[in-house]
Structure formats: C-alpha cells, structure tokens
C-alpha cells in the first residue's frame, strides 16, 4: 500500500538515532506434516520495531508468544523466514559466513538459563576470553588482563578464573555470562530472560549490574522477559508480544498509564503488587480460554478470541500497529477502550 | 506446630534443612511462608505431611493438628490423614498427574482412594469438582488425558483431585511459578474462592512477596531453615523488622513503579546448609549488622503485636536504612 | 536497644569464599570408585595391561617353544597351568596372549572412535543433506552382516593384497570397518542435542567458528557417552578376534591368540581340559571386565545419577 508515510514503529519520529530496526520479520518453524499438507508454526509474524541508540527496549509477552524467537532471529542465531533486521545500515539477514561472524563483535546476547550458557568443560577464564581468541583481538598477557578487567566489573573475583561454571551459583554464572558477552565491547545486547532463572534476591544485584553496565559502557538492550515488573523497571520503552505480534509499543510509561491494546491492560491487570492495601482494590481482568496455537493463528487480530471488547469487524479485519499518540503504537480497532 | 526440626543426613555430615521452626495456622486462614530456594519453605510444609525425602528426617519437635500429633501417627493414620485432612499442591503438576490415565478418572480415584465416598459417589462428583475448579466444558474433557490439558487446566485438575475430598488444609506449594500472569491470576482466585467455600486453611509456598500480598492475612518468612519474620501481611509489608524482609521488599521491582529507583540488592548468596555462619544466620549479608550478630542468634522475639522477627536490631532502630543499603 | 553502629561493609561478592575445586573427571571417578562391579573389573583390566607390558620383556618360557615339557602335561610347579598339545607352556602363551588381546581392544577402540566420532558430527552437527548421507551409511551398514564382511575383509586385505601379514593390524581394521556405526550414531545423536544447547548458542555469538564449536564444545561435552561406547567395543573386538582364532581364521600359529589356544586344546578336552580352560578363563574373565567396567562408566557419566 501506499498509504503517505504514516509512521510505523520503524519510522518512529520520537525516536532520533535508531540503532536497530526491524522490518516486517516473520519466523516460521515447520511443524510436521499433517494431512493437509505441512504445517507451519507462525512464531514471529510480522513484526517492526526499532531500537533507540543507549535505550532499552522491553520485549514481554507469555510463554509461547514467540519473544525469545524474535530475539534470536534478530542475532541471526536464527535464520528469518522474511523481512528485514538493519544494525546501523547492515541488513543483518542478507549477511552471511564470515561476514556475519563479524557482526558478533558489536552484537552479543545475554542468555536465561546460567546453567545451560555456560560450556561445563571450559573454565570461566577460558569462556570469557573465548570472544577475543575467535576475534584476534587479544592474546596472552593481554587477553588475561582483559578478562580479569571484564570479570572486576561484572562484580567475580578475578582469582577464580581457573574455576569451572559448576562451582559457581546461579547469580555468579550468570554474572559469567555477561562479562563473556561485554569483553568484546559491544554496541547492541540481546538479554533473553537474564533474570528470569534466578532468586528474588539475587534478581536485583542482576538488574543494578546490567544498569550500571549501559551507563558505563553506552550499551543499547533488547531486554526479553516474561516479568513485567522487571521490563518495567529496566525499559525506557517496552514492547508487548502476544501471538507472534507486537499488539502495543510505547515508552515505559505511557503503557502503564495508558495501556491502549486490551492484552497489554490484562496483563498490567494481572501482575501482583507487594502491597497489600493495592493488592485489596486490584481486580485482575481475567481471560477467557487458552491462548490459540501459533500452529493455526486466529484470524485478523489475534486477541479477538479471548479479549473481553471485541466486536465483529475483529475477526474480520487485522488491526493494524498505528501510532496512537506520540510514539505510543497499537494494534487495535478500539485502542483505548478497555 | 512446635519446635520443628528437620534433619538431612548426607555424606559429611548432617544438614539441617529446617531449624526450630513453629507456627499456628487458624481455621480458613491464607498464611504465607516465603523464602528463597533452600530457606527450608518446602521442607517445612511437606513435613507437615511427613513426605521428607530420604535421606530427611524430622528429629524435633511436634506437628499439632487439633489434637493429633502428626509426627506420632502411625502409617495407617498419616495415610488417612493425608487424603482427608490435607491436600496438596505442588508446583509442576505435569509430575503429579499420571499420563496415561484419564483427567477423570484420576479426580474419582483420588476420591476413592481415601474411602470418603463409594465408587458411584465419586463417579457422580467428578464433572461437578471440574466444574467448580472452573474447567470450561468440564463433561468433555474428563475424558481427556493430561498431556490434552494446558498448564493452568492441569493445575486446576490437581487443586480438584485435592479439594475433593473437603480437605480442611491445602498446602498449595509454588502453584503458579510455571505459569503464565494471567493464568497466576485466575488461580490464585480460584484458590481464595476454595478457601472461602470450604472454610479451609491455606498454606501458599512462594518466593513472590507480591503474590502472598494479594492473597495471605499472614506472613511467615524463612531463611536458611529459620523463620526470621512473621506476622499479619499488612504489618510485615509496611512494617517489615527484619533486615532480610525489608530487602527482599526493596529488591523486587513493581510494576506499578513510578520512578525508577534503584533496587536495594543483597549481596552476596544465602549460606549453605552444611556450612551455616555462626550467630545470625543472615549477618554475613546484613547491611545492618552489629558486633552481636556475628556470635549470637537472635530470639523470634515480639516486636509487636502479633508480629515476631528474628533480629538484634530491628529496621525501626535505623535511620536512614536506604542511604545505608545503598552504599 | 541503642543504635546499630554502621559496619564497614567488605565487597561481599569478591571476598566471597568458593568450595575446593572439583572438576566433572573427579566428580565421576568418585561415582566409579563406589561402584564395586566396576572397581573389580577396573582392577582386572590393571592387571591385563600390567601382563600384557611383562609379557614384552619376559615370560617364563619364549611363547612359541614347543615341547618345554610332555605334551599334555597338566598343571605343576614348574608349569603352573600346564603345556598344551605341543608342549608349550600355557602361562606363558596365556600372558603373550594378554598382549594381543590388548592390542586388539585398544586397538579396534581407537579405530573405531576415529571413523565413527567424525562422521557423527558432521551428521548431528550440519544436519541436512550431510547428516541424510552419513545416516544412510549407517543403516546400509547395519544391514550388512557384520562377521561375513569381516571374514571376507580378513582374506582381501591380507591374503589378496599381500601387503599387511594377516595379523593384528588386520583384525583391527575387519573389526572397525564394521562396527564404527554404534560410535557414529552415538556422537551423532549428541551432537545433535548438544548443538541447540544455549552453551553451542553463546560460543557462536563468540564468534566461534564451525571447527571450534565442534573440537572445544561439542566433543568434550559428548566425551562421557563416547568413553562408554568405546569402552564397550573393546570386549567386542576381544571376542572377535577370538571367535576367528579359534575358527582358524585369525591369527596364525604359533601367535598365542586365546581364541587360537582354545581351539588347540580342543581335541583333548577330554583328557587335558586345562588347555582350553586357562585361555577361556582369562578370555571370559576379561570380557566380564570390560562390561562392568563400561557399566560403571555409563553410570558414573550419567547426569542423573549426580550427588
């Protein structure tokens, strides 16, 4: 369509220098074959974004939406189906063999399992310097500073660099699997759930240190979780996923004030609050049935099956991501009206 | 429950996974134990049904309900006790539920088990307990197998084997942890709805304090096999007294944040059984701490009523106690 | 109470303290050593590799000297298991013969490992057409009838060929080019587990290249069921050799292969059984050595039985 420049989440005027922008991305896993031919799993399906140079964006959804897809289609450790993923001014899908291991030096990620990221036979020295041996950037004596730098700033003692991943904790493993993404001086983060398999009070030394982190080193975070409390507190702007979709996208706290798509209100609905007197007056808006396979989506806008406003024209015709106020996105016929 | 102790016996040495742990629950009460992985919160409710795994024992004390003596019963009373009594819910109910077995049928096997009712009885009770767990199309989907159902639709499955038999107790362990919010959301309803209709107890195992906000009158906090805090849940959340409570308030982010403030982190990792500290089991990682927390354990003391905590200090004698947590 | 007095607060997460170091080999060596089955068989193949080393530079009598002693002569003093049908002595043949069984097993295990170990990469690793290829092998292979093919391969390669003596060497590689297929199908199996585990996911974000996620991540983290496996070919290239000695069809005499003393001392069962006792003795004392010990291996390996 030719529709005069309405602005997409891609053109998105309130946003000055963004350092990634993903166009239009869809992700399809085959899913077996059935009767009727094979069948595909529309995990990602259409999705824009762009990411503000030293912002972090926060990507929630639940499980099964397709979020953590996203995230490694747009590092490449998946490849996309179609649609587009622009770092600076590479278009990340096009690049490929030596080229895109080039990319890895500006793009890292931040995995959610401390115990599955980390290889068990490698010591924790060898894991963070691995980056700067594929990449020839430092060897030897060098390297080994590097490594003890990188470790003193993500908060291990450098002394346990012959040490294997077992021996430390979750929180400690975890703070391993930054300093191995960071050695290299990235510009671009891809965190998926980095908090999400820890304990509640290891959670917080885990989100100071990646905040500390983006102040000091100019990091931009895509920020993957379930969590909305998390997303919250660590996002400039947060993007919601249901269903393979961005349904709303929008500063922090514009959603929170203001959520225009009805799934974004349940879910802001739906999180508890450690406050008794707020958690006494919270109604959750509670969903009708189960969330619909990504195998075979509902029709026009995903949600109508289960979203307590929805009208005919739902199942019909696919609401599309429009901006709604400045710089806050929907994808919905009667954004607001929850 | 008095004095509980719960011992491990492992290769070098014992550990002990619960440490004089007592508390009562009153009838139709929601009560709350939070703590993080092996703060001993599971331990201390399985003992109540005297499901320790091997190589567990419980070495002290007694497991009071009414007048019985749980730790004292024989096979053949637990047995009983456990099905009619108590039921529970555990976190991944994927584990508890039989595969190969019908949803149905493992709802009127549960009731039957526990000779509460006759064959035809439960037969009969079986779409009406799904249908009162909320399970949409509940005479469709007795028939069902258990891999059919989503995660919420098998907890509920198992919340109906549990209550089926009107259990006074419903020990309901991490219910939602594997789920997603908006499932957590009708669940945890669901449960506040049993209680009521039942007039029956609940002890909900969490490490989400916002969840035992929303649904517990009362708050017990654990750390390393210890209670360190408790009290009614309005009081321990405006008013927590103990260095560990007031943290893990400060550390968790809210979705409700207005400004973005910095979680109050605590440093550190939670002692190993084996290895505990001396003195407050929680100084090493205090921000509060005095000379006599390093040698001596502090009483469960009252700091107010009907609130205990386990400190020297207490937060109501500090000043200023986030500009000193932050630094 | 007064005021808390403010405690300096040491950086906690760096001064924190960590347990002594236990690797994953020592983790599983001290699942090994409680498992009794395994330590008799471990110490049953110490004693195999230890006779075996002797029998290099010492046996009581030279291995192929005939008529030491009477013919059939059973156990005494001098001879403590006996002279065999041309009066040899059998402790000796039996200690020669701990060698080549050596030979064979280590041998065919290393082969084996070699062919199977790379091939089960490539497949579980590219997947795709390489792995539709490399499978294909592999069933063809397993549909082939093992111990035909070897025979024949036995004849090619010594007998047709000239160029190898049929010897051990020849054995070795009958046995391995047809039986890399447990290997292969093993590593490739982990190899396709192993590369969509987030660890495989984080070194390609390293930059890793393809050589480097197979050598440093891939294969060491399979290595536990590799050991297994191999451990388990050993006793099966062990009988093998046997089997075709004792049919004839391996080792020539006077090579002091058991199968081949087995089948020496058949004749005279009746009246001297020491001569095929001593040599199936060892043999099944050896092959039971190996399964206990691979038994024990496979459990001291495997994730589930940790702590």
Excluded at chain 1, 165 to 177: A, V
Excluded at chain 1, 206 to 211: D, F, K, Q, R, S
Excluded at chain 2, 15 to 24: K, P, Q, R
Excluded at chain 2, 208 to 221: D, F, G, K, Y
Aim: charge should be neutral; hydrophobic fraction near 45%.
């Amino acid at each position: 369509m030719s529709a005069p420049a309405a602005p997409t989440p891609t053109t998105d005027p309130t946003l000055k220098s963004p350092i990634v922008r993903v166009e239009d991305l869809v992700k399809y896993f085959p899913a077996g074959s059935g009767l009727f031919g094979r069948s595909v799993v529309h995990a990602v399906d259409g999705v824009s974004l762009a990411i503000q140079a030293g912002e972090t964006l926060g990507l929630v959804g639940e499980s099964g939406c397709g979020k953590s897809t996203l995230g490694r289609v747009i590092v490449r450790l998946l490849p996309s189906t179609s649609g587009h993923v622009y770092f600076k001014d590479t278009d990340l899908t096009k690049v490929r063999g030596e080229k895109l291991r080039r990319t890895r030096q500006e793009i890292q990620m931040i995995f959610q399992d401390p115990y599955a990221s980390l290889n068990p036979r490698m010591t924790v020295g060898d894991i963070v310097s691995e980056p700067l041996r594929n990449f020839g950037v430092a060897r030897g004596r060098k390297a080994e500073q590097k490594v003890q730098e990188v470790m003193r700033v993500v908060g291990l003692n450098p002394n346990f660099v012959n040490r294997y991943p077992h021996e430390f904790s979750g929180g400690q493993r975890q703070r391993i699997g930054i300093a191995r993404a960071l050695v290299l001086n990235p510009t671009f983060i891809v965190a998926d759930e980095p908090v999400s398999a820890l304990d509640v009070s290891i959670q917080a030394q885990i989100v100071n240190l990646m905040e500390d982190l983006q102040e000091k080193f100019q990091l931009t975070f895509l920020f993957i979780a379930h969590d909305l409390s998390v997303v919250r507190h660590i996002s400039d702007r947060i993007a919601v996923m249901y269903l393979g979709k961005i349904v709303e996208i929008g500063a922090s706290d514009a959603i929170r004030d203001r959520p225009l798509h009805p799934y974004t209100k349940v879910l802001e609905s739906s999180v508890p609050v450690p406050d008794p007197d707020i958690e006494a007056l919270r109604k959750p808006i509670l969903l009708k049935g189960e969330i619909p396979s990504p195998v075979n989506p509902p029709s026009a806008c995903r949600f109508h099956t289960r979203c307590p406003i929805a009208q005919p024209i739902c199942s019909e015709v696919e609401p599309p991501l429009e901006m709604k106020e400045n710089g806050h996105f929907a994808a919905c016929h009667f954004a607001g009206q929850l | 429950m008095q004095d509980l102790k719960v011992q491990f016996f492992v290769s070098g040495g014992t550990v002990n996974a619960v440490d004089g742990v007592s508390f009562e629950i009153d009838r139709g009460e929601i009560v709350g134990i939070v703590g993080e992985s092996g703060s001993g919160k599971t331990m201390t409710a399985l003992s109540l049904l005297r499901l320790i795994p091997e190589p567990g024992r419980i070495t002290n004390g007694r497991i009071l309900y009414g007048e019985k003596d749980v730790a004292q019963m024989t096979d053949e009373e637990i047995r009983e006790f456990r099905g009619n009594e108590i039921a529970m819910i555990f976190q991944d109910p994927m584990t508890s539920l039989n595969p190969v077995l019908r949803i149905g049928f493992q709802v009127e096997e549960a009731m039957i088990a526990h000779q509460r009712f006759s064959n035809k009885q439960a037969k009969e009770r079986v779409v009406p307990m799904l249908q009162r767990v909320r399970i949409p199309a509940a005479k469709d989907r007795v028939r069902d197998y258990p891999h059919q159902f989503s995660g919420g639709m098998r907890q509920r499955a198992m919340i109906a084997m549990g209550v089926s038999n009107e259990p006074s107790l419903l020990i309901a362990d991490e219910p939602t942890t594997a789920l997603d919010v908006t499932v957590q959301a009708s669940i945890i309803e669901l449960i506040r709805d049993l209680s009521r209709e039942l007039r029956a107890s609940v002890i909900l195992i969490t490490h989400n304090m916002a969840l035992v906000a929303s649904l517990c009158n009362r708050v017990i906090v654990m750390y390393a096999g210890r209670i360190v805090e408790q009290g009614p849940t309005r009081a321990i959340f405006k008013n927590p007294q103990h260095p560990y409570t007031w943290s893990l308030l400060r550390s968790m982010p809210r979705v409700d944040e207005k400004e973005k403030e910095r979680l109050i982190s605590i440093k550190g990792l939670p002692p190993d059984l084996g290895k505990m500290p001396p003195g407050c089991k929680f100084h090493p990682r205090c921000k509060f701490r005095v000379d006599r927390c390093f040698t001596e354990e502090p009483p469960l003391d009252e700091v107010d009523p009907g609130q205990r905590a386990r400190c020297w200090v207490l937060m109501k004698n500090i000043a200023n106690p986030e500009a000193q947590a932050q630094t | 109470m007064a005021q808390a007095a403010p405690v300096i607060q040491p950086d906690l997460e760096l001064s924190y303290e960590m347990p002594e170091q236990v690797t994953l080999l020592s983790d599983a060596w001290r699942r090994l050593r409680r498992n009794r089955l395994a330590l008799v068989g471990a110490v049953i193949i110490g004693l195999l590799f230890i006779t075996a080393l002797i029998s290099i530079v010492w046996t009581p009598y030279p291995t192929w000297l005939q008529a030491v002693g009477p013919t059939y002569q059973p156990p005494s003093a001098a001879h403590p298991l006996g002279l065999d049908q041309a009066g040899r002595d059998i402790l000796s043949r039996i200690m020669g013969g701990a060698l080549i069984t050596v030979q064979v097993g280590v041998g065919s295990a290393i082969i084996v490992s070699l062919i199977g170990i790379p091939l089960g990469l490539l497949a579980g690793f590219y997947r795709g057409k390489v792995d539709t290829v490399i499978s294909f092998f592999i069933n063809i292979w397993y549909g082939i009838p093992d111990l035909l093919v070897a025979l024949i391969l036995v004849f090619v390669l010594s007998d047709a060929l000239h160029l190898i003596p049929r010897g051990v060497l020849v054995i070795i590689i009958a046995f391995s080019l047809t039986r890399w297929m447990d290997v292969a199908r093993l590593v490739r199996g982990q190899a396709l587990a192993l590369r969509e585990r987030e660890f495989v996911e984080a070194a390609r974000m390293s930059g890793a290249r393809d050589f480097a996620l197979l050598a440093r991540h891939i294969l060491p983290n399979a290595l536990g069921p590799i050991i297994v496996q191999a451990t388990f070919a050993i006793p099966a290239a062990v009988l093998f050799e046997a089997f075709l000695s004792f049919l004839g069809l391996g080792l020539p005499s006077p090579t002091p292969s058991w199968g081949a003393m087995a089948a020496d001392g058949y004749h005279g069962m009746d009246f001297a059984p020491h001569i095929v006792l001593a040599p199936t003795i060892a043999l099944s004392v050896t092959l039971m050595a190996f399964n206990w010990v691979g038994d024990g291996l496979r459990d001291a390996f495997d994730p589930r039985m940790r702590r």
